[in-house]
């Protein structure tokens, strides 16, 4: 499958499973928005590798967890690309400091989770629909460890919204584009 000609943008993309995305889109010739939080040079290795396979983008920083900052992205976005044809929504906080045990966690660290996974979704889909080209893509990831690094509790709140996208995408009125394997 080739990517030539589209325009993706992929949420923390600067290493680990957002950087493999990001690399497999540019090696099908996508052109790649590499987002990150705070590792910079991480990006600018991630953005190095994409123009090493023959495709180029730029990189952007964002806070996924305040929606002023996707909109700016998005923005950012929109004047580089003119439009979008995938957006991946895979930033996450880092393991360790995101699982607590369901006794231990606080109010601070459980709106963490809504506003860094759930909220920022939502925000993001908000700002890519209106950039999307047709056939354009959404794609969003989730993070559960399980056992081995701590408690599920900060994901019980991503259950519902993501039953809920579901739902809605089975009963909008809008026509949603069928999901592609990448």
């Not at 459980?110 to 080209?133: C, H, T």
Request: aromatic share 10%; charged share 25%; proline share 5%.
């Amino acid at each position: 499958m080739t990517f030539r000609g589209k325009f993706a943008l992929v949420t923390g993309a600067s290493r680990g499973i957002g950087r493999g995305i990001a690399l497999k889109l540019a090696e099908s010739g996508a052109r790649v928005a590499v987002h990150y939080y705070q590792k910079e040079d991480h990006a600018k290795a991630t953005l190095e590798k994409l123009r090493a396979c023959g495709s180029d983008g730029f990189v952007l920083q964002a806070d996924v967890c305040k929606p002023e900052e996707i909109r700016r992205m998005f923005v950012r976005v929109k004047s580089e690309f003119g439009a979008l044809d995938i957006f991946v929504n895979n930033a996450r906080p880092e393991v360790a400091t995101f699982y607590e045990g369901p006794m231990s966690i606080g109010l601070d660290m459980f709106d963490f989770a809504i506003n860094s996974q759930a909220k920022a979704f939502l925000v993001g889909v908000q700002e890519a629909v209106p950039m999307l080209r047709d056939g354009g893509r959404i794609i969003a990831l989730t993070y559960a460890p399980g056992g081995r690094f701590g408690s599920w509790q900060p994901w019980v709140a991503m259950v519902r919204p993501k039953r809920r996208w579901k739902s809605c995408a089975a009963t909008s009125p809008w026509r949603w584009p069928r999901a592609k394997s990448l």
